[in-house]
């Protein structure tokens, strides 16, 4: 799995995916995630990356120059036309099914992080395949939600987690809530952990989970049993 994210804040996302989890399979090679500077790819000495909209109006547009020459830069790279998302408001929102068609349809992507008010329309119609956005919200960059994409696809590949049986039961996974977790000690504070949980029948205790999940998922999220 390779995703290369084109970005002005290359610093911010390795803050995140240069860590913990996503940051030891990058080390390890079961993912890779690359960063590209569109300042890289401006041909003024300025490195101007936006300009006024035309038509008027507040805030600025990023050129679609610099994009589309880190865009093709990464093609380039890898010899051939590479799925492309635009991470923007405008975008049906990202959900975990999304996230393993991803996986499972693309090798290699490429994420866009916008700015400002947005990219040049033109660069979107010659580029982007799809547009993905994390909530119905505006942020002030792409950068989170790139950040927000990639581990959710990166966590899929094998090896990344410890076991894939670590990814089974989360929540969404099976379009249901997680069940809720319990460790040491065993009574905290007046609350007790589930007497199931120590009584080491394993079926009662998968009973108990499954139950706990359907539970969860009509009082918090009635909407994912819909059907």
Request: aromatic letters at 8%; glycine letters at 10%.
């Amino acid at each position: 799995m390779i995703i290369d994210i084109l970005t002005l804040f290359p610093a911010s996302i390795e803050a995140s995916l240069g860590v913990s989890i996503i940051g030891r399979a990058r080390e390890r090679g079961f993912v890779t995630i690359n960063c590209h500077q569109i300042r890289d790819f401006t041909q003024n000495k300025q490195k101007q990356v936006d300009d006024y909209p035309y038509g008027g109006g507040m805030g600025m547009v990023m050129m679609a120059q610099p994009l589309y020459d880190c865009w093709a830069y990464v093609c380039g790279q890898a010899g051939r036309r590479l799925h492309t998302v635009y991470l923007s408001p405008q975008g049906p929102v990202f959900t975990q099914g999304k996230a393993k068609s991803l996986y499972a349809e693309h090798e290699r992507f490429v994420l866009i992080c916008g700015h400002y008010e947005g990219v040049d329309e033109r660069f979107v119609e010659e580029c982007v395949d799809e547009e993905l956005s994390i909530g119905d919200y505006v942020i002030t960059g792409g950068e989170p939600a790139a950040i927000v994409v990639a581990d959710a696809v990166c966590r899929i590949a094998p090896g990344v987690l410890s076991s894939p049986l670590c990814i089974a039961d989360e929540s969404h996974m099976t379009g249901l809530l997680e069940y809720p977790h319990y460790t040491r000690p065993e009574t905290w504070r007046g609350r007790t952990v589930p007497p199931v949980l120590l009584s080491g029948h394993h079926k009662n205790i998968d009973d108990w989970r499954r139950e706990q999940s359907l539970q969860r998922t009509r009082e918090k999220r009635p909407d994912m049993l819909e059907g």
